[in-house]
């Protein structure tokens, strides 16, 4: 338990043997002199302010809080880098966002690991699928230009299409932040960042991991992943096994870049700096690709359960070839019009500022197709009326027989 008089007295003694008058420090932490005197007359600065006066007084948190300092400081863990007081406050605060009306969610945080109901008497032959993500390069991208919050949705969207595609209902997710110092305002972003992104895909964020490795990386810099655990029916798992000629392909529009193709385009703006305020359609470069990946869940789970859904593919890197190729059966080919496709005007826009070649193009980008089904011939115009709902829906090419698992015909229409 705390002493908040010990503590006042800690204080007081630290400011004046750094010879600082209270004035000083309410100078110095840009604070009130009302609120330096609060502090040794017993009353606690708040986390963030405690780290700062921590600082200031040449101490560690642990030390305020104890009202003393430690023998032996030289080998501590705060002299490593990791404050865990502080870090404890932070996990603290990051509570409310893993609260949940969720069930099946039988621990909260605090527990050495997630507790998760997995009784689903609706399935008659439960699967588990299970997959993990992590946003890539965009990440760095997101931290420079304060999109922090952003990127978790780009992750989470992410994961949950991956599985989606597969027939799966997204159910718990368990996130990783490794970073050099955890800034508190910064982790709590990306924690109501991906409790948020749970939330609009219809699943929980049951817990994670925060690691503080100073050693390993550096301070202001952080690495986001996450992992996933959804559910189907054996007897209704989308694998692409069912894929058949005269099936019909149908792409499902994307906003843009997702989360691949950033490798590029960094190149790009080292190259061309200027493009980063670039206006496309009324927004800049960086609003247009710092876009949140496409969540397509509730668009497509209306297409679950039915045989006539024969193959989803999420168009990540490798392009609408890498990732359609990994669905279809050997013998059959997926014959694309690439006239067809829909582009969004980014996608333009780099083209002609890159000079790239569209094969380029077609294998580092999703070049407006986020996803992919493939749907017995006769049910087409269903299934694109069911995406509809969410999102624009067109065939784009169809199954025939053939050694090339995807084929292209034709160009895009470049403008």
């Known amino acids: 338990m705390l002493d908040n008089q010990k503590i006042a007295a800690f204080i007081s003694e630290r400011r004046k043997n750094l010879k600082m008058t209270q004035a000083d420090v309410a100078e110095k932490l840009q604070v009130s002199f009302q609120a330096v005197s609060k502090w040794e007359n017993g009353t606690l600065p708040n986390v963030e302010m405690l780290v700062e006066l921590a600082e200031l007084l040449e101490v560690s948190v642990d030390e305020i809080l104890a009202g003393k300092e430690k023998t032996n400081e030289n080998f501590s863990y705060r002299r490593a880098g990791v404050d865990i007081s502080y870090t404890d406050a932070i996990k603290k605060e990051m509570a409310v966002y893993l609260e949940t009306k969720d069930r099946r ?9 997630s507790l998760y109901d997995i009784s689903f008497p609706e399935y ?45 209902v997204p159910l718990a997710v368990l996130d ?96 061309m700096p200027q493009m980063k305020l670039d206006k496309i359609e009324g927004e800049t470069f960086i609003e247009q690709i710092m876009k949140p990946h496409t969540p397509y869940y509730k668009a497509v789970k209306g297409l679950f359960g039915y045989d006539r859904v024969h193959g989803m593919a999420h168009i990540t890197g490798g392009g609408i070839q890498g990732n359609l190729s990994r669905i279809i059966p050997k013998g059959l080919c997926a014959e694309i ?56 829906c067109y065939e784009i090419g169809v199954i025939t027989q053939g050694e090339e698992k995807v084929s292209f015909k034709n160009h895009i229409t470049w403008v």
């Open 105 to 113: 969610v039988l621990n909260r945080m605090g527990a050495f690991a």
């Open 124 to 168: 008659a032959d439960p699967v588990l699928v299970l997959k993990s993500e992590e946003p890539g390069s965009k990440q760095k991208l997101a931290m420079e230009y304060g999109y922090s919050e952003s990127i978790c949705h780009d992750m989470i969207n992410h994961l949950v299409n991956d599985i989606a595609v597969m027939g799966a």
């Open 176 to 271: 990783t932040i490794v970073c050099g110092n955890a800034e508190k305002e910064t982790v709590k972003s990306f924690i109501k960042g991906i409790s948020d992104a749970c939330r609009e895909n219809e699943c929980t964020l049951v817990g994670g991991e925060t690691s503080v490795q100073p050693q390993v990386v550096e301070k202001g810099v952080y690495i986001l992943t996450s992992s996933i655990a959804g559910i189907v029916s054996a007897e209704h798992i989308i694998d692409g096994s069912r894929i058949t000629p005269g099936d019909a392909v149908l792409a499902v529009e994307s906003n843009g870049l997702h989360t691949n193709g950033y490798s590029l385009v960094r190149l790009l703006m080292d190259k």
């Open 337 to 392: 019009n690439l006239a067809e496709l829909k582009l969004p005007s980014v996608f333009h826009y780099i083209r002609r500022a890159g000079n790239i070649e569209e094969s380029e193009m077609l294998s580092t980008f999703n070049c407006g197709a986020g996803l992919v089904i493939v749907v017995s011939g006769k049910w087409k115009e269903w299934a694109a009326e069911v995406v509809k709902k969410y999102y624009n």
